[in-house]
């Protein structure tokens, strides 16, 4: 190959007339999917049928086709091995140690999201491949890196509790007072003060009193509230967190 006067080649390089050869590596997606189920927070995962690590648990997830985006493929992989869709993902980390996957080198986009068990229940589909939600303090055996992605979702979820509204994405859309504080109490894995707690989130502002009631057991009515969206956009926005 001929070089121009100011000594480059037509593919831009001093001398050399062949490209340098590329890394081959692969990219995949994996998805952590928290929910609330009976007290306890849970994290949603699915049996691998295909070595490596065949009959391991995982999370959902799977390679990055040639012809979508990353983004794209992990709300594909979510819904052909559980039938859940039109949830929000929230991109968490990429992992790329050399080891992480036996069949090469091979990078993982990984996401995570918030959903609330009474309206995402796992379609008939999704049993018979074998999806369960998991307690995240008893998790089996994780194929891959998986537990370290689970324990980094984790605590990204538990420093996001405090200044934004991750903890209503997990709650119908109205909800006891009681209800509330217990789902803080689940993600944070700690007890709050029940006096202060409530006293906080109504001087906020960010509950709307839908001048409804429920009836809990034997217990008096309890009142239910709903999410004022607008209200915790403007906090946030001034930079008011709800410390607990």
Known sequence: MTESPNGFNRLGRRGASTQAPQPHHAVAADVVLFTIQDESLKVLLVKRATPPFRGWWSLPGG????????????????QEETGITTVYLEQLYTFGDLDRDPRGHVISVSYYAVVDWGQFQLRARAARLSARWFAVTHLPNLSFDHRKIVSLALERLRNKVNYTSVAFQLLPK?????????????????RVDKRNFRKKMLQLGILRNTKEQKVEGRQRPARLYAFAETRVIKLQEKGIIVPF
């Open 174 to 190: 109205k909800f006891t007072l009681s209800e509330l504080q217990r789902a803080y109490e689940v993600i944070l894995g700690q």
């Open 63 to 78: 390679f990055v086709r040639k012809d979508e985006s990353v983004d794209e493929a992990a709300l594909r992989e979510l």
